[in-house]
């Protein structure tokens, strides 16, 4: 399985969300790889400084939109699961990462700046639709449904065709401490941000399974 998280928006949580999706993968007995596709390397650096003694994640740096392609499949031959960490850009690369994902995350944190980030995101989308049929998902990240801007984006969303999956992720210390010592959320100490991750890879492996069937 191919997961792609990508945006056009940076610093909405694609590299939090891969690297921890990640990580609950792996602890469920799943071989997996991420492949990260920014410059800026996150999930790579989160790589080295992951502990020898966790379940392991296979991370590869790929910033080129046909190496991506080429590799990605070749991967999905060793891997039970890939996870592409998308960088926020309008070039080709992310029609290939939209194209390559059986599923695709879009994380967006609710505020018009990322909405309106949204709309231009979704030319995209939409020039990858007609290529294939593509399982896209907006995903809140630093949701609070007491909140009543996290609502009304979460309402404005309902404009898109894209669906928005159940599972939200909280505002949380833990994403930030975890991930500078090459952690998932899942081996962390906040047992609430262990519970909203364990529920996203659950909620994807049940959109996957959904789909084969
Ligand atoms: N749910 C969360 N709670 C707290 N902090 C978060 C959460 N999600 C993301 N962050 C923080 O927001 C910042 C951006 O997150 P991240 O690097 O994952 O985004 P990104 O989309 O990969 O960014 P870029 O486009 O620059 O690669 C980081 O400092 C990260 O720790
Ligand atoms: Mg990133």
Not at 98 to 120: F, N
Not at 150 to 174: G, H, M, N, Q
Not at 183 to 202: C, H, I, P, Q
């Amino acid at each position: 399985m191919i997961i792609s998280v990508t945006s056009l928006k940076g610093g909405v949580g694609k590299s939090t969300v891969s690297t921890n999706i990640a990580v609950c993968f792996a602890h469920m007995g799943y071989k997996v790889a991420i492949v990260d596709t920014d410059t800026n390397m996150s999930s790579v650096h989160w790589s080295g400084l992951r502990g020898d003694e966790r379940p392991s994640v296979a991370v590869f740096g790929i910033t080129d939109s046909a190496a991506l392609r080429k590799n990605v499949k070749r991967l999905e031959e060793d891997y039970d699961v890939v996870v592409i960490d998308g960088k926020p850009t309008i070039s080709k690369l992310v029609s290939t990462i939209l194209l390559l994902g059986d599923i695709v995350i879009i994380p967006l944190k609710p505020s018009g700046l990322d909405i309106w980030a949204t709309e231009q995101f979704l030319e995209k989308y939409e020039q990858a639709k007609t290529l294939k049929d593509v399982k896209a998902y907006f995903l809140l990240n630093e949701y609070d449904e007491n909140l009543t801007l996290c609502r009304e984006s979460k309402d404005a969303l309902k404009d898109f065709e894209i669906p928005v999956l159940k599972t939200t992720l909280k505002t949380r210390v833990a994403y930030k401490e975890a991930i500078v010592l090459g952690d998932g959320v899942f081996e962390y100490t906040d047992y609430k941000a262990k519970k909203e991750m364990r529920n996203l890879t659950k909620e994807l492996l049940d959109l996957s399974q959904a789909e084969t069937q």
